[in-house]
């Protein structure tokens, strides 16, 4: 089996979440990652209260993010 993926540089993937709502399908292509990928680091980036994860696979920035 092929080794497993390094996941991405959180910080890289935060850079690009702000205030105002963005899709996952959106930040997935402005980071370039595969969605699974993307959606393992929004949920490191959720339990670690910096990004709240909205309705519709929207993601926005928390206020002590």
Do not use: M, W, Y
Request: glycine share 10%; aromatic share 0%.
């Amino acid at each position: 089996a092929p080794p497993p993926r390094p996941l991405p540089d959180h910080g890289q993937v935060l850079d690009l979440i702000g205030q105002t709502p963005v899709t996952v399908d959106e930040l997935a292509a402005r980071c370039h990652l595969p969605v699974p990928d993307l959606q393992a680091v929004l949920a490191d980036l959720e339990l670690a209260g910096q990004v709240t994860l909205l309705a519709g696979r929207r993601v926005v920035r928390s206020g002590n993010g």
